[in-house]
């Protein structure tokens, strides 16, 4: 690895991080425009049939429940697999609209983006009596109402002149502040759970995961925060405990799943880079990208080396022992589809396509993506058979087609959008898999799949959206952009002379 201060230098770097979006504008090969443009419009109508269904059924709950028609307000329940503490007078934060706000300007429904906008801003409250999950509250919420703010503010929103006045930043400022009291804890790391109002609750838990407690989509809505609003405090509490939870790494550089806030210790030792940790790697290196920190690399650059080197096997990626390295469990999860698309960020082509070309397998075989996958025993997990409508292979085959412009992978888009209209659509929007051997379906249609799984199938089609701007997604598909005025200093230059492949572009090219 390699370190610059030169101007040449600082060109190499911007143009490896920016490998991804610098392909935005290329012109798209091996696909006819007609292909594209039908298949485009077919994303589009299955993410009307599910926003529209959602809207006359069960706004302005949180989400809808497509097979009776009726909703559920689920935000209290999200990461509460127990269902335990659940408020007695909640009816909803129209979740779901929350979430789709950036989707309809990414489908260009600058209207119906400012009805929600001016609905929210009338009528949102986070004055309620609610215990929610931090880490699901923040990546669906916060970072919903950010980077709305941020798309209803920019020039291209043709808003009705006078109508926005910042409301949503205000909503997110609101929320933020909810957020800070989960931080007061000895060691700084936040409690996984806070009520709305009343901050966090006596005896809670103080178990939690490495994604929640840290960088797992804290840094970047919490950063944005700060930056948004001149209030330093987001970001602060969110740095001290991504800082702390690093300082608590094992000398292989590798992380735990669950932890407690309170004391600092590990609870389970045993991790990869699916559920529980995903967020962690992802949100070091857009960190990096979207705020210029070198802190933020040198942790993403270490643990980057740490998974391929303890977690990698072929194609795959186990579950490892943080403490030695040595192999867990053997099994693929939705979650870590994922892994391929952030590989694209870093340049590491030939490993993402490697990956993801074994997702897509699986996904092949079934007709969906399992939760989960026993690569030991080549079967399904007994219990977790269920797919419901995860946007992580979507997303990364978009990642995937912008780095190469290989049409195999809008045929892969083409497979995906095929089987999610044939198993999951129905006639009141679009149902999870219960079960992927037999396709029985679930009554839920998670608000993810608004604002990630169609967004992430539209762009592979038609990414106009992307022109001219340089975005950051966050993990629930928000859209942040790259602002050099967001960027503490201009990023000294690295070259990761251990990923699988890189080629480094010099600006004279």
């Known amino acids: 690895m390699a370190g610059a201060g030169s101007a040449a230098a600082s060109r190499s770097w911007l143009l490896l991080v920016l490998l991804l979006l610098s392909a935005f504008a290329a012109p798209a090969a091996g696909l006819g425009s007609a292909k594209k443009v039908y298949m485009r419009e077919k994303v589009r109508k299955m993410f009307y049939h599910a926003y529209e269904n959602y809207m006359v059924h069960a706004f302005p709950h949180d989400e809808l429940k497509p097979l009776t028609k009726t909703f559920t307000d689920s935000l209290s329940e999200l990461g509460n697999l127990k269902l335990e503490r659940l408020p007695q007078n909640y009816n909803g934060s129209a979740l779901t609209l929350v979430e789709s706000l950036s989707s309809l300007v990414v489908l260009g429904n600058y209207t119906e983006f400012e009805r929600g906008v001016l609905w929210l801003s009338d009528n949102l ?44 930043l205000d909503l997110a400022r609101d929320l933020g502040q909810r957020f800070l009291p989960a931080f007061e804890t000895p060691t700084g790391l936040p409690y996984a759970w806070i009520n709305l109002k009343y901050g966090v609750m006596e005896d809670e838990t103080t178990e939690t995961s490495t994604s929640g407690c840290a960088s797992g989509s804290l840094i970047l809505e919490m950063g944005a925060l700060s930056r948004l609003t001149g209030d330093p405090r987001f970001q602060a509490a969110a740095l001290r405990a991504l800082r702390k939870l690093w300082s608590m790494r094992s000398p292989l550089n590798l992380l735990g799943t669950t932890l407690d806030v309170v004391t600092g210790d590990w609870i389970e030792y045993s991790s990869g ?23 933020f690399w040198d942790m993403f650059h270490s643990s980057y080396l740490a998974v391929q080197k303890y977690f990698r096997h072929g194609p795959w990626y186990h579950e490892a022992d943080m403490r030695t390295g040595k192999a867990t469990y053997w099994q693929l999860t939705s979650l870590q589809a994922f892994w391929p698309g952030l590989q694209i960020l870093v340049g590491d082509i030939a490993a993402a396509n490697s990956s993801h070309r074994e997702f897509f397998y699986v996904w092949d075989k079934f007709g969906v993506l399992p939760e989960r996958y026993l690569l030991d025993h080549g079967m399904l997990h007994p219990t977790e058979k269920y797919y419901p409508l995860r946007p992580e292979l979507a997303e990364s085959t978009f990642y995937l087609y912008q780095a190469t412009r290989d049409p195999w992978y809008m045929e892969v888009g083409e497979t995906i959008i095929n089987s999610l209209n044939y198993y999951t659509r129905v006639d009141g929007g679009f149902a999870s898999v219960r079960d992927v051997t037999t396709m029985e379906l679930e009554d839920h249609q998670h608000s993810f799949f608004l604002s990630e799984t169609c967004k992430y199938l539209y762009l592979l089609f038609d990414d106009s959206f992307l022109a001219g701007q340089n975005y950051v997604f966050t993990t629930e598909g928000h859209p942040l952009p790259i602002r050099g005025s967001w960027h503490e200093k201009l990023p000294e230059a690295y070259i990761p002379a251990n990923w699988t492949s890189v080629k480094v572009f010099h600006a004279s090219e």
């Open 125 to 168: 409250t986070f004055d309620v009596d609610a215990r929610v999950n931090l880490f699901e509250c923040n990546i669906r919420v916060l970072g919903g109402l950010v980077s709305a703010h941020i798309l209803a503010t920019d020039s291209k929103s043709r808003l009705e002149h006078g109508l926005y006045k910042n409301q949503l």
């Open 273 to 295: 880079v699916g559920a529980g940790v995903d967020s962690f790697y992802e949100y070091l290196i857009k960190a990096y990208i979207l705020f210029g920190n070198d802190e």
